[in-house]
T-cell receptor, first 113, second 111 residues
């Protein structure tokens, strides 16, 4: 596609449920990044991949959060046993390679009840 | 530790100029600038690599002083379309392509 595509756009779930957020990067982009953005704040780094290899996961808040990109294209961010504090906008970005501009998707708005 | 942006907000009349600053306590490899409009994704403006180069995008330009670990974004002859929140994202030396974003500067351009 023309841009980074994320799904779902909105996700409302009950506390304790698992959620999976999907990111489809710009075709051919090697690097893929996950961020979390609170209202009125800048994006907060979570993790990133080059091809299928997870290069840095230092921003993942705890072990309930995980991400994968098994075939070096689509990526999934999974949050297990969700908590209310996980509510946020989750954004994905991709770049053609590691030293190039990152292009953001429209995000998934996650609300935990 | 995230970079510090100043000012936090600025109101301009169309045609006026403004400067947004981004300062880090860490040695930097590059600085990325983004603009985000309400309810939308951040949009890439420009990257500055260490070397003090200045880049431009429309009438928006930026500079990067790696010795001072600072970058500045210059909005010249502002247009209504420049309204939004501007974020700097810093890439630390030897930290890969991981960006740390500042808290943002809200810019409102009035007619």
């Amino acid at each position: 596609g023309a841009g980074v595509s994320q799904s779902p756009r909105y996700k409302v779930t009950k506390r304790g449920q698992d959620v999976a957020l999907r990111c489809d990067p710009i075709s051919g982009h090697v690097s893929l990044y996950w961020y979390r953005q609170a209202l009125g704040q800048g994006p907060e780094f979570l993790t990133y991949f080059n091809y299928e290899a997870q290069q840095d996961k230092s921003g993942l808040p705890n072990d309930r959060f995980s991400a994968e990109r098994p075939e070096g294209s689509i990526s999934t961010l999974t949050i297990q046993r969700t908590e209310q504090r996980d509510s946020a906008m989750y954004r994905c970005a991709s770049s053609s390679r590691a030293d190039q501009p990152q292009h953001f998707g429209d995000g998934t708005r996650l609300s935990i009840l | 530790q995230q970079p510090v942006q100043s000012p936090q907000a600025v109101i301009l009349r169309e045609g006026e100029d403004a400067v947004i600053n981004c300062s880090s306590s860490k040695a930097l490899y590059s600085v990325h600038w983004y603009r985000q409009k309400h309810g939308e994704a951040p949009v890439f403006l420009m990257i500055l690599l260490k070397g003090g180069e200045q880049k431009g995008h429309e009438k928006i330009s930026a500079s990067f002083n790696e010795k001072k670990q600072q970058s500045s974004l210059y909005l010249t002859a502002s247009q209504l379309s420049y309204s939004g929140t501007y974020f700097c994202g810093t890439e630390e030396a030897a930290a890969g392509n991981k960006l740390t974003f500042g808290g943002g500067t809200r810019v409102l351009v009035k007619p």
